[in-house]
């Protein structure tokens, strides 16, 4: 692996005199201090914002998902491996901490506000203009819109562009059509479980992505970007890069365990609804050396530090059973080696999550967040797009004003309502929406 290559920054900067940090360290530092990474502290994760200060945001979840990361590097480069070849190529391959950090810390930048319930929204307001996906949007927050730069957003690495390019299809190859339901006259009355996006790319960040992958051998550029699941739904790619793969475990151990732990302290999942859910698991428990009614009364113990005991010993078994598998189709290494969970554990992670979603998730209550949520962008949009020059904040209508065509007019909106957190969003609503919310002197 040619290391210098995926050091190289789309737009060349000279480094600051006397600066002794490597690429990553400088694209970690560029993300801890960047606006939109500052805004996931007010942007839901699962649980709505505002009704208590304890649950997991958006920002306390990319934190946790970071330091799962870099505990799952740590473990594969202690990892026992029969071929010493392969041990020192993965040695050489697997990320530094410090770039690791910042691809966790950055996988869930794109998302916009009201969780799942603002990506249906944005994807049903742009759907005849290339669409939204919060992993695609991720990729136009780190290249164009956070301004380090001029036209090239924080200007980070290619390496940490390829671990963040989560699903590495564009949004015209993934999208079928057919999947799509009907949306109604009033919009926001659409069913979220029909308009979901497909995972991927923006259309607009293709140029971007070819610029990722332009030192790749063509076969692997061809099978890489090509690849793709028959749809359940949409398409969806069937490879992801080594980093892309660390941090898709990491956020898969984290929101499967953490939110769990956090339905438990507010109460949402019982003992009873474990005792439920687990009867026919046993077995999964059993090989993963957890004994499910001993597990089940520490987590709801009510001595709490029982149940974040348990927590931490469930992340550990899940960490430390992960493995580097082989891909034979690639040449280059960091397409060749992906993490994975072993079995059972992948069965016990999975397991819990379902709770979560069963229970959590899909429950009322946070529905009804969801679909306010998705009402609220959806009227944003319709207000904002039907009268831009009146109702645009200064600096987003001279973007607007500068993009071409109906397509990039309507994407600057999308970025505008994207970027907003919960909070802004709702007052933002109330302004132009209430008659008696909303004054001439609040900053918008």
């Given at each position: ?316 078994r899940l960490i430390t059973n992960i493995y580097l598998k082989e891909k034979s189709e690639f040449d280059e290494p960091l397409l060749k080696w992906n993490a994975e969970l072993s079995q059972p554990y992948a069965e016990l992670r999975e397991h819990i999550f379902k709770i979560v979603y069963k229970e959590v998730i899909k429950s009322p209550n946070v529905q009804l967040l969801e679909f306010k949520g998705q009402k609220i962008v959806i ?66």
């Amino acid at each position: 692996m040619n290391q210098s290559i995926w050091e190289e920054r789309c737009l060349k900067q000279k480094k600051k005199d006397n600066d002794v940090r490597n690429e990553w360290e400088r694209d970690y530092a560029r993300l801890i201090h960047s606006a939109a990474f500052r805004r996931l502290q007010a942007k839901t994760q699962v649980l709505g914002l505002g009704e208590s200060d304890f649950y997991r945001t958006r920002l306390t979840h990319s934190m946790e998902v970071a330091q799962i990361g870099v505990g799952i590097v740590r473990w594969l480069r202690e990892g026992i491996y029969t071929d010493k070849s392969d041990e020192e190529t993965i040695k050489e391959i697997l990320p530094r901490s410090s770039l690791i950090n910042a691809i966790c810390l950055a996988h869930d930048l794109g998302h916009p506000p009201f969780g799942h319930g603002g990506e249906v929204a944005l994807n049903i307001c742009m759907r005849n203009y290339g669409g939204f996906e919060g992993n695609g949007q991720t990729l136009r927050i780190l290249s164009k819109l956070e301004k380090y730069t001029e036209n090239n957003g924080m200007n980070p690495t290619r390496r940490l562009l390829l671990g963040v390019l989560k699903y590495p299809v564009s949004y015209t190859d993934a999208c079928n059509k057919a999947f799509y339901g009907k949306v109604p006259v009033t919009k926001w009355l659409a069913k979220a479980n029909e308009q979901k996006p497909p995972k991927c790319y923006l259309d607009t960040e293709k140029e971007l992505v070819d610029w990722i992958l332009e030192k790749l051998p063509s076969s692997d550029r061809e099978l890489f970007v090509n690849s793709k699941a028959a749809p359940k739904k949409h398409f969806k790619p069937l490879f992801h890069s080594l980093d892309a793969s660390i941090m898709e475990l990491a956020d898969d151990i984290s929101y499967s365990l953490h939110d769990f732990e956090d339905a438990i302290s507010l109460g949402l999942i019982t003992l009873k609804e474990w005792n439920e859910y687990g009867l026919d698991k046993e077995e999964i428990f059993s090989k993963c050396n957890e004994d499910i009614n001993q597990l089940g009364n520490e987590l709801f113990s009510e001595n709490t530090y029982k149940r974040k005991s348990a927590i931490g010993r469930l992340v550990h078994r899940l960490i430390t059973n992960i493995y580097l598998k082989e891909k034979s189709e690639f040449d280059e290494p960091l397409l060749k080696w992906n993490a994975e969970l072993s079995q059972p554990y992948a069965e016990l992670r999975e397991h819990i999550f379902k709770i979560v979603y069963k229970e959590v998730i899909k429950s009322p209550n946070v529905q009804l967040l969801e679909f306010k949520g998705q009402k609220i962008v959806i009227e944003l949009f319709e207000a904002l797009s039907s009268d831009p020059d009146r109702l645009l904040p200064k600096s987003k209508l001279e973007n607007y004003s500068q993009a071409q065509g109906e397509n990039e007019k309507m994407r600057v909106i999308c970025d505008y309502i994207a970027g907003m957190t919960d909070e802004y969003a709702t007052r933002l609503y109330e302004k132009i929406y209430s008659p008696h919310k909303g004054s001439i002197f609040d900053h918008i």
